[in-house]
Structures are given as structure tokens and as C-alpha cells.
């Protein structure tokens, strides 16, 4: 019981009733300017054109707080990781265990006779990132599912605390490697805004290309893994050498596979090294080959029965968890940061939206990300078509904020990429990273209806998160 | 089924010759940032702030890059084209040794790079034809595990060299880590090695795994792999790409000389 239980609650309350008039529950983190200060908390919410930020300040040495997750349930991990670095007790939180600092397990969720933990990780069998699945089990069926992230937990967001806005954006490109595109593109977001700046339409282009490509290397990836898990070897080969044809392009245009250097405070760093008619036949080229992989994969019915029905997600849960990128479309909540809070060059591209979908399962995640490359290969040629016209234009303007504190965002392939980023005397003191994978990866607890031991893989490479943008 | 046996003859054999024949395509590979002009007059302060991982160093008027902690972002080449450059190929990211990774070479480096040799190829006369690989996690930031992945499919192909990943450290010659070495995975890690049966060789792969990376000094992190198990491969790059990392593996097994060459 504190004193401002009150004000907390009211929060809370105000909070609630956002979300029950259709915004979007998009985070809730704890800062702390310095040691000895009070604890503040911040939710972020996100409504129909923006991302706003609800904030109440702890008492000094407050050790807890009203738990948010009995009212909101999509804060569940939030709340936890609070815990994990501040120690303060969201008082009436279900399960308190450490999420992102190593620690004592879980206890076993479901208890019964010839029930038993399958452990699979850290070190996984394959090349994967660790992470471990506690999975409890009579032998088929998964009842019930733990996760534990912690053990690669890098202490990333607090490595920015120091930085100037230029390095903290290489940081932010290697907290979630294969998001790198987004992860610079959210960051620069957040800086642009507090300095107001605006990057030249040349550079929004530039930022477009390799947002697209990212998306298109990684819903490629996802392919790869259902295609291996289902042993059709030959549309895996396929699909990889497709995914290592988008990723030579990347670096053929920027020196980088994985786009890093390109997206830089204010713009881009250079115009791709492609001369726009040699960008236009590659992407031209590769669209082709895709889609026509795409038709072949889609119309295996050995593979399709892997998928339907595997791990669904409910439309109501994906609503009310605030279901980000392919999984929430997947399940009829779609809220795309290109569609609806645009930036960079897609305001002038017109994305249109992908279909409305309801079954969520493997199945439909994978035929949203089918659409979502589709729309990919669509804005590619635009944005090249646009650019080959703009070759002589600037590439950056000045963006030097020396202090403040801004939301940016984008929507990496994964869903939206949220930063909270605050400086001071043009340093970073504090950089709250939310990746997509961090908001979604819990959703894996509740799709494990009627599925088995073998469906495992499908339902992980489905999800297509990485872990490195949840335990940070 | 049948329209995957066609497809599977679509575009021919895509599969590279490397390291029998040349590949374009790891020629024109862009490796970490090296001093182009090492004996400077500039002030020191000048070239070392340049570098956000501290990579750039600058004693007697010798100016050295240490590419185990190039994090390539190229801010130094852009900045100062005259001082560095980027290295090119796929050859000059992998080490025995630490500090053989800092170029130009550190005064008295060779006799501890002649000793490391010498003690990798005692190990990899045992490793021939059928090398297995066991990966693991220090935490990375998943990019490296991607360039990990593309070496398993059609255009690099590791098993035509006779290199197999395996689930079980039981069988594994080779301990390939990645990551900049998350506490958490400390123990995991150890405990990995320790389950391998020798002889053994460890590839630190990408800067993260060699340094830490942006993240070295960290509370979180080891700063590098090499605390935690010996390290007999160092290899820089962030993350390396599928060339640089085949080419520290074929180094693993013995196949290729450090410097490029064939050594059987």
C-alpha cells in the first residue's frame, strides 16, 4: 500500500477506458532519472494518428505499486521486467517471476498425474538464438508452455544511457539484428521529432528500400523455417537462395547485408551504390521468382495440412493483447505504422492494406506475410521509380537535438518497433527499445490449443521473432 | 509434389566453388576498417574519437585499428578516406590470436601467432573429411545466426566441404560462438564445451563474440566470448558474412591456412 495507490489507480482506470474506446495498449516501462529518484512509470498508448505516453511518478523509495496486468493483461511481461530492474512489486501480479535477468524457474504452471517438463534450450538443437521452452506435457499434448528469455539478456537499452544520438543509432541497428532497418529507422524517428526536423523525400525513399527489403529477407526466413519443419527440401533451397539473393542485393546497394549505416539522424548516409534502372530490374527480378515460389509453396497440400489450424491465435485475444505485425493481422486486428501513422517516404507511396483475416493461424501468418511481400515488391518499385527521378536531391538535413524526450516508431517485419528516447546536453539518458518480438513472444503461452509436440516448430517458426529483440 | 522435382533444376547449380575456385561475390566482400596511411601526425585525439567502440589507437605516431572491435559502421572512412580504409575479401577477419586482429601487427605479435598455429595443427590433423559443428548463442543479436543459416543453404552449401552442424555437443568438433557474451549464458556455454570431446576448436565469430562489441563494459555482458572458453579462432565482423565465417571454419578443420592459402 502506497501513498499514491490513488494516483496510480486512476491512471490505471483512465488507461482502461483508452483502451475499451479502441486504442492500443503499446508498452509500459519504469525510469529512474538517477538512483536515488523516484521511480517513474510510463505507459505508452497508441490511438488512431499517434503514440502518446500516460505517466505517473512513484513515491522516493517506493518498493511497490497497483499492478496494471489484472486490468490489462498485455502488460504482463512489462510488469515483470519493471521488476527485474527496479525491483518495485506490482502489487497483485500473477506470477512474478524474473523475465530478463537470470534466475530461479518458473514453477510448474499445470500439475497432474504422468504429467511432465520437456526443457528444450538454451543451446538448441540447429542454429537458433538461445532461448528455453519449458514444455509441460502427458506426452502429445502441450497444456501448457514456459518460456525463459533471460539467458541472452545483454543489458542493451541501458548501454545507450551516454551516447550521442550518432552512436546510439548503431546500437539500436544491433539490438535487434535482423530488424536492423526498423530498429535505426524507430530511433531516428524519436530524434527527428525532438529536434523537428524532417528528412529530405530523397532520404524517405532511400529509408523505404531498405525497410522493405528487411521485410521481404525476413518473411523469406519464416518461409525457410516452415518449409524445413515440413522436410520439403526442395522449397527450402529455394526459398534460401532467395532470401540470399535479397541480402546480396542489400549489400550490393549499402555494403552491408543487413542494411546497417544506411538510416543515420536526419536522413540516410548515402544513395544506394544500384543505378536506379539496375535497382528496378533486380527488384523486378526477384518479384518474379518470389511470387512464383510463393504460388508453388501455397499449393502444397502436404505442407498446407502443417498449417491449418496449427497454433491459432483468437481475434478477441489478439485484440485485446494488441497484436502486433503478421500475427495480429493474422487474427483480424491490423494496425500497420505504415497505414496509420506513416512516415518517411510511405505518406506519398500509398501502401494499401493487406486482407482482412480471422482464423489466425500458422496457416493465415503466413499467407499475411505472402500479402505483406506482395505489397513489399509494390513499394519497391515505387520508391525506385521515384527515386531514379531525385538522384541530385540532399540527402540529409542537420538533426541535432540537445535535449528532450519523443516517441518513434516503425513497423519492422516482426510489427511495430516502439522507442521512448530522452537526451540531455545531446546525450542519451535514457533509450527504452520495444520490439515486436517483446510484445508478441508472449502470445506463444496461448496458441497451444489441441496442438502436439510435433507442431512445435511450425508454431515458433510462424511466430518469426527474434530473441534478441525480447530479452535485449 | 512433382512441381518441386522441376523446380528444384530451375537456375541450375547455384552452389559457390570457393575456396577451390574464386567467388566474385567474397573478393569483393567488405571487411572491417584498416589504417591505410599508419605513421600520422595528426593529433592522436583527432583519429581515436572517431571510433565509438575505441577500435582506433594511435601510439608513436603509428595509427592502428584493432578489428576485433570494428564494429564497421565505416565512420572512420568516411570521415578521414585518407587514414582508412575498408579491408577487402573474406581472408584477413579471422585470427589465431587476439591480438593478431590489430593492424598494423603489434611489435612481437609473430612468435604468438607461430606458437597458436602450431598448436591448431596438432588439433585439426585429427579433424579430416567429416567435421561437425556445434553452435551456441552468447547472446548475439540474431544477425550472426542468420549468416550461419544461409552457410546451410543451396548458394554456400557447407556439406559438399564434408561440414555438418549437429545438435549434439557429443559430436562436435568445432564450437562455434557467436554473441557478446550474455552472463546468462555463461554456464550454458561452459557447460557446452565441456560436453565436446577433444581434440576441439573454438571460433569466436563476429565482433560481439570477439570483443563485446558496443556492448563491452556492460554489466550484462562478458565483453567477448574468450573469458569464458579458449578461443583458437577470432574472427571480426559485425556480423561476419557466410564467406568470412566458412572461411575461420575451413581454418578449424585445417583446410585453409590463415593467410588464404591451401594448406592441403
Known amino acids: 500500500m502506497t501513498m499514491t495507490e490513488p494516483e496510480v489507480q486512476a491512471l490505471w482506470k483512465e488507461l482502461e477506458a483508452r483502451l475499451a474506446a479502441g486504442d492500443r495498449f503499446a508498452g509500459l516501462f519504469a525510469t529512474r532519472a538517477a538512483d536515488r529518484d523516484p521511480v517513474v512509470l510510463s505507459a505508452h498508448v497508441a490511438t488512431a494518428g499517434d503514440i502518446e505516453t500516460l505517466q505517473v511518478t512513484l513515491p522516493p523509495y517506493a518498493t511497490s505499486y497497483p499492478a496494471l496486468t489484472p486490468r490489462v493483461g498485455a502488460a504482463f511481461w512489462y510488469e515483470r521486467v519493471i521488476h527485474d530492474q527496479f525491483g518495485v512489486v506490482p502489487e497483485g501480479h500473477p506470477r512474478l517471476a524474473p523475465l530478463i535477468r537470470p534466475g530461479d524457474p518458473l514453477p510448474r504452471h499445470v500439475e497432474g498425474y504422468g504429467l511432465f517438463t520437456i526443457p528444450h534450450g538454451p543451446v538448441r538443437s540447429g542454429v537458433l538464438e538461445s532461448i528455453e521452452y519449458l514444455v509441460e506435457t502427458p506426452g502429445e499434448a502441450i497444456p501448457h508452455l514456459n518460456m525463459r528469455v533471460f539467458y541472452k539478456h545483454r543489458g542493451v537499452a541501458r548501454r545507450f544511457a551516454g551516447m550521442t544520438p550518432r552512436d546510439a543509432v548503431l546500437l539500436a541497428e544491433r539490438t535487434e539484428g535482423i530488424a536492423s532497418v526498423a530498429h535505426a529507422l524507430a530511433f531516428c524517428h524519436a530524434v527527428e521529432r525532438m529536434a523537428g526536423c524532417v528528412p529530405p523525400s530523397a532520404a524517405a525513399l532511400v529509408r523505404v528500400l531498405h525497410a522493405e527489403l528487411e521485410r521481404i529477407a525476413n518473411h523469406l526466413d519464416v518461409a525457410v523455417r516452415l518449409a524445413d519443419a515440413a522436410g520439403l527440401a526442395v522449397a527450402t533451397a529455394r526459398l534460401a537462395l532467395h532470401k540470399e539473393r535479397v541480402m546480396r542485393l542489400v549489400s550490393r546497394m549499402c555494403g552491408s547485408r543487413f542494411g546497417r549505416g544506411v538510416v543515420v539522424p536526419g536522413g540516410v548516409s548515402a544513395l544506394p551504390r544500384l543505378a536506379p534502372a539496375e535497382l528496378r530490374d533486380e527488384v523486378e527480378q526477384l518479384a518474379r521468382q518470389v511470387t512464383s515460389e510463393a504460388a508453388a509453396l501455397m499449393a502444397t497440400s502436404s505442407f498446407l495440412d502443417r498449417l491449418r489450424g496449427t497454433g491459432p491465435l483468437t481475434p478477441p485475444r489478439a485484440r485485446t493483447h494488441g497484436a502486433l505485425g503478421p500475427i495480429g493481422k493474422a487474427a483480424g486486428f491490423a494496425d500497420d505504422n505504415r497505414l496509420t501513422r506513416p512516415y518517411d517516404g510511405y505518406p506519398d507511396l500509398a501502401v494499401w492494406p493487406t486482407r482482412a483475416h480471422q482464423a489466425g493461424d500458422a496457416l493465415v501468418r503466413l499467407r499475411v506475410r505472402w500479402e505483406e511481400v506482395d505489397q513489399s515488391f509494390g513499394l519497391l518499385r515505387r520508391a525506385a521509380e521515384e527515386l531514379a527521378e531525385r538522384t541530385g536531391d540532399q540527402l540529409r538535413v542537420a538533426c541535432e537535438p540537445t535535449s528532450g524526450r519523443a516517441l518513434g516508431w516503425a513497423e519492422a517485419p516482426q510489427g511495430e518497433v516502439l522507442y521512448d528516447v530522452a537526451l540531455a546536453a545531446g546525450r542519451v539518458t535514457g533509450c527504452q527499445p520495444r520490439s515486436a518480438s517483446f510484445h508478441n513472444l508472449v502470445l506463444m503461452h496461448e496458441v497451444f490449443t489441441g496442438d502436439i509436440l510435433t507442431d512445435f516448430p511450425f508454431i515458433e517458426a510462424s511466430f518469426g521473432l527474434s530473441v534478441a529483440g525480447v530479452a535485449l | ?264
Open chain 2, 1 to 264: 509434389m512433382s512441381i518441386w522435382v522441376l523446380r528444384g533444376l530451375r537456375d541450375g547449380v547455384v552452389t559457390t566453388r570457393w575456396p577451390a575456385k574464386p567467388d566474385p561475390y567474397a573478393d569483393a566482400w567488405r571487411g572491417p576498417a584498416r589504417p591505410v596511411d599508419a605513421s600520422r601526425s595528426d593529433p592522436a585525439a583527432d583519429l581515436t574519437d572517431l571510433c565509438p567502440t575505441g577500435a582506433i589507437t594511435v601510439t608513436g605516431g603509428t595509427v592502428r585499428v584493432d578489428q576485433g572491435r570494428c564494429i564497421l559502421c565505416g565512420r572512420c572512412v568516411a570521415e578521414r578516406p585518407g587514414v582508412f580504409a575498408w579491408s577487402q575479401g573474406v581472408t584477413g577477419a579471422a585470427a589465431l590470436v587476439r591480438e593478431q586482429l590489430v593492424i598494423p601487427e603489434l611489435p612481437g605479435s609473430g612468435a604468438a601467432v607461430a606458437a597458436a598455429r602450431a598448436r591448431l595443427a596438432e588439433r585439426t590433423r585429427a579433424l579430416r573429411r567429416s567435421v561437425h559443428i556445434r553452435h551456441v548463442d552468447a547472446g548475439s543479436d540474431g544477425s550472426e545466426e542468420w549468416e550461419i543459416q544461409a552457410l546451410l543453404g543451396p548458394v554456400y552449401d557447407l556439406h559438399r566441404l564434408g561440414v555438418f552442424v549437429t545438435a549434439s555437443p557429443r559430436h562436435a568438433d568445432v564450437l562455434l560462438v557467436t554473441g557478446a557474451g550474455a552472463l546468462g549464458m555463461s554456464g550454458p556455454l561452459r557447460t557446452t564445451y565441456d560436453a565436446m570431446p577433444g581434440p576441439k576448436v573454438v571460433i569466436a565469430a563476429g565482433t560481439d563474440a570477439v570483443s563485446g562489441g558496443l556492448l563491452a563494459g556492460g554489466a550484462a555482458v562478458t565483453g567477448g566470448v574468450g573469458t569464458t572458453v579458449p578461443v583458437d579462432i577470432w574472427l571480426a565482423g559485425s556480423p561476419p558474412g557466410p564467406f568470412g565465417i566458412l572461411n575461420a571454419l575451413l581454418i578449424a578443420v585445417g583446410y585453409l591456412a590463415p593467410d588464404g592459402k591451401r594448406s592441403r
